[in-house]
T-cell receptor, first 114, second 111 residues
Framework: GNSVTQMEGPVTLSEEAFLTINCTYT??????LFWYVQYPGEGLQLLLK?????DKGSNKGFEATYRKETTSFHLEKGSVQVSDSAVYFC?????????????FGKGITLSVRP | NAGVTQTPKFQVLKTGQSMTLQCAQD?????MSWYRQDPGMGLRLIHY???????DQGEVPNGYNVSRSTTEDFPLRLLSAAPSQTSVYFC??????????FGPGTRLTVL
């Protein structure tokens, strides 16, 4: 079946540091890939997505490139801020009959200190 | 638009009690789903609906029931609560099955 593997956390960085969060996936075909972010006390928000190989999703300074050859979708940001402290989930989507289902990684907590 | 709303935000139940978690969306989305989030496990799909009157099971449906009488509402019922159902529950909706919008969640504790 489909699966998403994220690097182990938590991650603590200083403000303005470079961020990389690794994500790899196992799936049949080439699913669309997503990064969701969950700020403290809130639900999940879509951060960015990519629908095909070599696509780059970007939003709020975050980027991730869909790498078919390595089945990866690593999240990067050049300079993190305290406000980026949150839990980040990598996910892929699969279509089952009339519905679709998101398969999530375990999530990783990012803390950014001033 | 309020987006996806869920009530209550927090709930404590005793084993064996029943309750309904409410979910509503005002985006006229056909697709709605319920997920549960457990520590270190990501989110798992409980039940889903592809339109009013149509529901089906996800990967962890046991102990839960759903119905979809209107496009807007998709309540999740716990029939007889068990400690294993302690979790955070998220409702989500989508218009084209690609991008899903999540509610703020309900944190449920079963004693």
């Amino acid at each position: 079946g489909n699966s998403v593997t994220q690097m182990e956390g938590p991650v603590t960085l200083s403000e303005e540091a470079f961020l990389t969060i690794n994500c790899t996936y196992t799936a049949t075909g080439y699913p669309s890939l997503f990064w969701y972010v969950q700020y403290p006390g809130e639900g999940l928000q879509l951060l960015l997505k990519a629908t095909k190989a070599d696509d780059k999703g970007s939003n709020k300074g975050f980027e991730a490139t869909y790498r078919k050859e390595t089945t990866s979708f690593h999240l990067e940001k050049g300079s993190v801020q305290v406000s980026d402290s949150a839990v980040y989930f990598c996910a892929l989507i699969s279509y089952t009959g009339a519905n679709s289902k998101l398969t999530f990684g375990k999530g990783i907590t990012l803390s950014v200190r001033p | 638009n309020a987006g996806v709303t869920q009530t209550p935000k927090f709930q404590v139940l005793k084993t064996g009690q029943s309750m309904t978690l409410q979910c509503a969306q005002d985006m006229n989305h056909e697709y709605m789903s319920w997920y549960r989030q457990d520590p270190g496990m990501g989110l798992r799909l409980i039940h889903y609906s592809v339109g009013a009157g149509i529901t089906d099971q996800g990967e962890v449906p046991n102990g839960y029931n759903v119905s979809r009488s209107t496009t807007e509402d998709f309540p999740l019922r716990l029939l007889s609560a068990a400690p294993s159902q302690t979790s955070v529950y998220f409702c989500a909706s989508s218009s084209y099955r690609t991008v899903w919008y999540f509610g703020p969640g309900t944190r449920l504790t079963v004693l």
